[in-house]
């Protein structure tokens, strides 16, 4: 039966023979209201968990069928091992292993340390979970499992790292006449780039707990208040509703330090009239957001007022250009148009955008030599800005979903300067 058809089962297997036995399990509270009685209470309890780890255990193995298809099947590949934490993640739903070694046929493996080895049997569904014993070598460890799965060309992921280069060489020495290895990211960057309901859903809260950490931000932002206060104020508001974290280092860049694009936090106490780039972004569940927007504490002048409009009309555009089989560049090049007509083409120093996911920076790339096209499903960064040295910088962003029709938003808040909108 395949995974498919397993979910359908469960869905639709429902007995009348079960039905018929719940009724046994009733009971009335004091208010007349319906109850589960306690034992059958428990034995829910028992049966949802027992429910999450089907359906984990499911997710997990289409996932790794799917790669079977796109690696194998489609690159001619008989084995693959996966090494990157966020693609070790997305196969697993388990933070912690050191790689997954996935054979043609059987189940994948997933090598881990003993720190994290009975963490990985519970959470880690539908794979064999191996220990990594102290003193073990992970290089040999991994080609005797090649040679034992009979494994002649292993695609690779990823070395990123100096350790994962050495790992690299060594297997490649250790595997010298048994199995050609082949470092080949494109399977799993395909995958991953289209989210599923599940993730889309996360990645909903992800954006709705970004969008709190902005209220937080234009309510901090006033002179006086130091960049890393402003910060704390977003961060703490976000994890209060709920984050599991920062996306990635919260961004509170005033005055000059504005326009820089990555301009980071310091101890710089923002004054009256200072242009303030806000970037930030809320984890939840491992799946992420992004979001900027530039605040004014006190009242705007008229040329911060004009380049935001401009920075905020080239947004407007891109985000209604932004469709299924669109050209990730042709999306790029609508909000660069509308700020080059303006005459601030040059200050437009980045990509519009990027992918977000698992990673805070993922495929696809909206830039200007992006070979990307779009697709339902993708989630991507919009940012246009405008940047002048010795004046300020201007950004606005949100993360977006390409959808049939019309995109949606996952993030939400004023397009305004004004601190108090």
């Not at 006033?222 to 990635?248: D, Q």
């Not at 992006?370 to 606005?396: C, H, Q, W």
Request: charge should be positive; glycine fraction near 10%; include cysteine.
């Amino acid at each position: 039966m395949s995974a498919e058809q397993k979910v359908n089962s469960l869905q639709n297997g429902l007995s009348t023979k079960r039905l018929a036995r719940a009724s046994a399990n009733l009971r009335f509270d004091s208010s007349g209201n319906v109850r589960l009685n306690p034992i059958a209470e428990k034995q829910k309890r028992f049966r949802l968990r027992a429910s999450r780890s089907f359906f984990s255990k499911v997710k997990n193995l289409i996932r790794v069928e799917n790669l079977r298809q796109a690696a194998f099947e489609k690159k001619g590949f008989d084995g693959f091992l996966i090494t990157n934490e966020a693609n070790l993640l997305y196969f697993t739903g388990f933070q912690g292993a050191s790689c997954i070694l996935i054979p043609k046929k059987g189940r994948g493996i997933i090598h881990v340390y003993g720190t994290n080895y009975e963490q990985a049997k519970a959470e880690a569904k539908g794979f064999r979970v191996d220990l990594v014993k102290r003193g073990e070598d992970l290089g040999i460890k991994i080609a005797e499992e090649v040679k034992a799965s009979k494994i002649k060309k292993l695609g690779l992921d990823s070395i990123v790292g100096v350790p994962k280069v050495a790992d690299y060489l060594k297997l490649v020495k250790v595997l010298r006449g048994v199995a050609k290895i082949q470092i080949e990211n494109e399977p799993v960057r395909a995958l991953r780039r289209v989210k599923d309901e599940e993730e889309l859903e996360l990645m909903r809260r992800a954006g709705e707990l970004t969008s709190e950490g902005m209220k937080a931000a234009y309510e901090a932002v006033k002179p006086g208040v130091r960049e890393y206060e402003v910060a704390a104020e977003i961060e703490y508001a976000m994890r209060k509703k709920g984050s599991w974290g920062t996306a990635f280092e919260t961004i509170v860049a005033s005055g000059v330090r504005s326009a820089f694009p990555h301009g980071g936090c310091t101890d710089r106490k923002t004054k009256k009239g200072d242009l303030v780039v806000v970037d930030i972004g809320a984890t939840y569940k491992y799946y992420r957001s992004d979001m900027t927007r530039t605040i004014v504490p006190g009242k705007p002048s008229a040329k911060q007022k004009k380049i935001y409009e401009i920075v905020r009309l080239a947004q407007e555009k891109a985000f209604q250009a932004v469709k299924p089989k669109t050209k990730a560049r042709d999306v790029d090049a609508i909000a660069r148009k509308a700020i080059e007509d303006a005459g601030y083409g040059g200050y437009f120093v980045h990509g519009l955008g990027h992918g977000v996911g698992l990673e805070v920076q993922e495929p696809p790339a909206l830039g200007q030599r992006s070979k990307d096209r779009l697709a339902v499903g993708n989630v991507v960064t919009i940012e246009p800005g405008i940047y002048i040295m010795g004046f300020g910088g201007i950004r606005i962003e949100d993360t977006v979903l390409v959808r049939e029709r019309k995109a949606e938003k996952f993030t939400k808040g004023p397009y305004t300067l004004e601190t108090k909108p």
